[in-house]
């Protein structure tokens, strides 16, 4: 459902320890939404999987945000940030699938762009049949897809429970700023 085009002020809050559990849970319902109006509902587990989650709020540089929109929790992010390159990466980043089209994502990813000023590129990922996250990343923010993952060609530096490269199809994307 679109909502009134209310002007809303989209702000990041540092996650805090506790809420971490809830930030997932949250993060699994808007991701989980996605693959079942793709594919349906027969899924095997979670998405993303909480190995998954929990390694990228545990990894070197990550840094975990609440995004707020006029102060009401309505999504999150999961960054990592290498204070020595500032080759920067967004691990993973959601809005709640009832805030969808209204301008917080875009809101949000400025914010996050503010926040680091001094990045050279930030990097991402997103599933092949994510056609609204395409679209976001490319015609909204700026990146530019610069690799396809596919069966003919793995990402060996990404696995699945460190053990085998991913094989499902995705994109990586990639923004320098000047």
């Not at 809830?22 to 998405?47: C, H, N, R, W, Y």
């Not at 390694?55 to 006029?70: K, P, R, W």
Request: charged share 25%; net charge negative; proline share 3%.
């Amino acid at each position: 459902m679109v909502q009134a085009n209310i002007e809303c002020i989209v702000t990041l809050e540092v996650a805090k320890r506790e809420e971490l559990a809830s930030l997932k849970k949250d993060m699994q319902t808007a991701f989980t939404a996605a693959v079942i109006e793709t594919f349906g509902s027969d899924l095997d587990g979670p998405i993303p999987s909480d190995k998954d989650i929990e390694e990228s709020f545990h990894a070197t540089g990550a840094v975990i945000y609440h995004i707020l929109a006029n102060g009401k929790k309505v999504g999150g992010v999961v960054l990592t940030i290498d204070e020595i390159t500032q080759n920067n990466s967004l691990d993973l980043f959601f809005i709640s699938v009832n805030e969808h089209s209204r301008g917080i994502g875009l809101k949000a990813w400025q914010a996050i762009e503010e926040k680091y000023p001094k990045t050279k590129v930030w990097e991402t990922y997103t599933p092949y049949f994510e056609k609204r996250n395409i679209h976001f990343y490319v015609n909204k923010c700026g990146f530019q897809i610069v690799e396809y993952f596919n069966k003919h060609h793995l990402d060996c530096h990404k696995s699945i429970n460190g053990e085998v490269p991913i094989k499902e199809d995705f994109f990586r994307f990639k923004k320098i700023i000047m």
